[in-house]
């Protein structure tokens, strides 16, 4: 039986146990290495060892915590705003990942990282709910980024400075 997965999705087979890759980059923090998510967590490779730096594979769920201890509900995109920051698309909302200590919190979106939705049950107009593809439109330490939303059918901007990378800057809808 083979596994179901999007043109979007990697599959890679390592003997014990599948990976659905749905994005990698080069690792800015461990120069060398690939970083990826595989569904429920971020990790990073070195084309030999796997090492898990937030989240598991086995389990989703929203939980701000550090290292393995941190729950995603599904990492459809990331982007590494700087060395050590790395801000997930996950369901419901953005969040941040610091690669030096392993904590995982809420960069965008609900603390709860649920959709809001108004009284004609629309997701809200600043709502983060079903963020995909983060994708920079700046490049270096400063700049700003795309975000696509499918629930809302928006690209949303955000900005991420040097000076103030463990805060968000403001999130702003560019086309609803």
Known sequence: MSPEFDEMTTF???GN???FVNHMEPDLYKVGNILFSDEYALKTT???T???IAGTSTESGYVDGIGVFARFDYITGFVQVSKEI???ADYGCLRMINRRTLQTSVYAGSESCTCAYNA???PSYD?????HTIIPVAVGWVGDYLVTD???CAVMSFNHDQESHLTHAGLSNLYV
């Open 50 to 52: 796997i090492t898990t």
């Open 46 to 48: 070195n084309g030999v």
């Open 86 to 88: 790395v801000v997930a």
């Open 12 to 14: 890679i087979e390592t």
């Open 17 to 19: 146990q599948d990976i």
């Open 150 to 152: 499918s629930d809302r």
């Open 127 to 131: 709502s983060v709910c079903s963020p």
């Open 120 to 122: 004609a049950g629309l």
